[in-house]
T-cell receptor, first 116, second 117 residues
């Protein structure tokens, strides 16, 4: 099992502040995805990063994949109450024998609360 | 609306009950999954179906029994569960079961919040 550690586990900030969430592992992943899960709903995919060092921007969200493809970060600028939710990272790695293809390994998540 | 619908949204059952969770996807995907989400734990992959065939069972106890009659429907039959099985059960689908490729995405349903008394 590939272990993905997310930090911080909980984060409560005021509207307008900036924040960074981290996703770290000792394993190498072929790609990494970030999901946001709102209360009472399932996770929704935000972005997929594939290349080491890749940076992707989605409005106020900036995602970076580490050069060694073992870690990733999510930076939110000027957070808004609508950003509140559980942020999950998921790394893709080869399935264990005897299976073929890749499997997503999920982190424990960062619960973000943005206070108006 | 992600195109993946799960019912019921909430379920309370006793340890001797038999119940079933249902998942339906309207995305034309070929792969469907059951995940378990517990507090302070990563999402745990339980079962994978690709083109209606079960391709993976991650050491899940036999009190959980999946069924996939076609590529659009997935069930999870529950029997004699334990209180520690209380969790959010999420269904997901993707175009294929390969997963992890740069254009592969998991689409999740809203989940069934299960409480076992």
């Amino acid at each position: 099992t590939q272990l993905l550690e997310q930090s911080p586990q909980f984060l409560s900030i005021q509207e307008g502040e900036n924040l960074t969430v981290y996703c770290n592992s000792s394993s190498v992943f072929s790609s990494l995805q970030w999901y946001r899960q709102e209360p009472g709903e399932g996770p929704v995919l935000l972005v997929t990063v594939v290349t080491g060092g890749e940076v992707k921007k989605l409005k106020r969200l900036t995602f970076q994949f580490g050069d060694a493809r073992k870690d990733s970060s999510l930076h939110i600028t000027a957070a808004q109450p609508g950003d509140t939710g559980l942020y999950l990272c998921a790394g893709a790695s080869t399935r264990p024998v005897p299976y073929t293809g890749n499997q997503f390994y999920f982190g424990t998540g960062t619960s973000l609360t943005v206070i108006p | 609306e992600t195109g993946v619908t799960q019912t019921p949204r909430h379920l309370v059952m006793g340890m001797t009950n038999k119940k079933s969770l249902k998942c339906e996807q309207h995305l034309g995907h070929n792969a469907m999954y059951w995940y378990k989400q517990s507090a302070k734990k990563p999402l745990e992959l339980m079962f994978v179906y690709n083109f209606k065939e079960q391709t993976e069972n991650n050491s899940v106890p036999s009190r959980f029994s999946p069924e996939c009659p076609n590529s659009s429907h997935l069930f999870l039959h529950l029997h004699t569960l334990q209180p520690e099985d209380s969790a959010l059960y999420l269904c997901a689908s993707s175009r294929s079961a390969q997963g992890g490729k740069n254009n592969e995405k998991l689409f999740f349903g809203s989940g069934t919040q299960l409480s076992v008394l």
